[in-house]
Nanobody
Framework: QVQLVESGGGSVQAGGSLRLSCVGSGYTWSYYSMGWFRQGPGKKREEREG??????????NLLDSVKGRFTISQDSAKNTLYLQMNNLEPEDTAMYYC????????????????????WGQGTQVTVSS
């Protein structure tokens, strides 16, 4: 049974930082690309957007609005995915989900829908101005 468990969310002021973590179990880590998606306030499940995705070979793709501020990384030995978020903006406020999916990182970032792949329960990030 696949499980993805996120942690690290919280409330910060604009300009602050947070580090999200996701521990995966029940599947072979190297067979999947891993990523972070988010669902903003008032948005529907099908409107979740890709934030950052990393291939099993380390290739990363990020949403344009977070480039230069967010960094995605993984520790395969620990089956753990990270998202370092710096210089947070109120527009980053959302529920952040960890995702495991088959496919390239760019395709997943731009096209993955909520009905596909494996998803965690989410961790809330709130950024105040």
């Amino acid at each position: 049974q696949v499980q993805l468990v996120e942690s690290g969310g919280g409330s910060v002021q604009a300009g602050g930082s947070l580090r999200l973590s996701c521990v995966g179990s029940g599947y072979t880590w190297s067979y999947y690309s891993m990523g972070w998606f988010r669902q903003g306030p008032g948005k529907k499940r099908e409107e979740r957007e890709g934030v950052a995705v990393i291939d099993s070979d380390g290739t990363t793709n990020l949403l344009d609005s977070v480039k230069g501020r967010f960094t995605i990384s993984q520790d395969s030995a620990k089956n753990t995915l990270y998202l370092q978020m710096n210089n947070l903006e109120p527009e980053d406020t959302a529920m952040y989900y960890c995702v495991a999916a088959r496919g390239g990182s760019e395709w997943i970032l731009r096209h993955l829908k909520a009905d596909f792949g494996y998803w965690g329960q989410g961790t809330q990030v709130t950024v105040s101005s």
